[in-house]
């Protein structure tokens, strides 16, 4: 079946911009996470939906970042303001009942120049 | 709090031979301990975890960890390496009564040679 998938696959902007990064995860899925992964490090927390509501926003690195997702499935990831630390590639995962099985989509590279 | 330490930036071996890359960790109660790996331009994809019962934990692709409490360890395996095992690992842990949130690790690049 279809796996997580995010759009665009890659993004290029300038300092001070907003973005939108979206993620659709495998349906069915009612866990979502959003991390950000910089270059020679691991994946780093974000932001984590169950349903609809974020169970835990801790990883959000500032008010600049906001995630939502209205329906349940697809969550966007908004970035307002764009500075050049944001740069890096921001990946989605979902999983099902099994949380400690998720499955990330292939990653949104995010440049701000 | 919880972290995990990768040692080691790069791993080398020769196909054929053994692998192992190396993960400790730290939690405050119970680890639940995971490995993933990331290939060039692709998403992470989970290879296998450790929530309880045996310490050997067997997974994709013949890959297998060893969770070891006393030396708060969770190494990864392979018997025998293959070309196409080249890759990112990311080992990763969360606390058995904390979030669903991992924590994740530098990541090991593993390069296997002809």
């Known amino acids: 079946g279809a796996g997580v998938s995010q759009t665009p696959s890659n993004k290029v902007t300038e300092k001070g911009k907003y973005v939108e990064l979206r993620c659709d995860p495998i349906s069915g899925h009612t866990a979502l996470y959003w991390y950000r992964q910089s270059l020679g490090q691991g994946p780093e927390f974000l932001i984590y939906?169950?349903?609809?509501?974020?169970?835990?926003d801790s990883g959000l690195p500032n008010d600049r970042f906001f995630a939502v997702r209205p329906e349940g499935s697809v969550s966007t990831l908004k970035i307002q303001r764009t500075e050049r630390g944001d740069s890096a590639v921001y990946l989605c995962?979902?999983?099902?009942?099994?949380?400690?099985?998720?499955?990330f989509g292939p990653g949104t590279r995010l440049t701000v120049l | 709090a919880q972290s995990v330490a990768q040692p080691e930036d790069q791993v080398n071996v020769a196909e054929g031979n053994p692998l192992t890359v190396k993960c400790t960790y730290s939690v405050s109660g119970n680890p639940y301990l995971f490995w993933y790996v990331q290939y060039p331009n692709r998403g992470l994809q989970f290879l296998l975890k450790?929530?309880?019962?045996?310490?050997l934990v067997k997974g994709s692709y013949g890959f297998e960890a060893e969770f070891n409490k006393s030396q708060t360890s969770f190494h990864l395996k392979k018997p025998s390496a293959l070309v196409s095992d080249s890759a990112l690992y990311f080992c990763a842990v969360r606390d058995s009564g904390g979030s669903y949130i991992p924590t994740f690790g530098r990541g090991t690049s593993l390069i296997v040679h002809p």
């Open positions: 939906f169950q349903g609809t509501g974020a169970a835990d």
């Open positions: 450790y929530i309880t019962g045996d310490n």
């Open positions: 995962a979902s999983s099902s009942r099994d949380r400690d099985t998720q499955y």
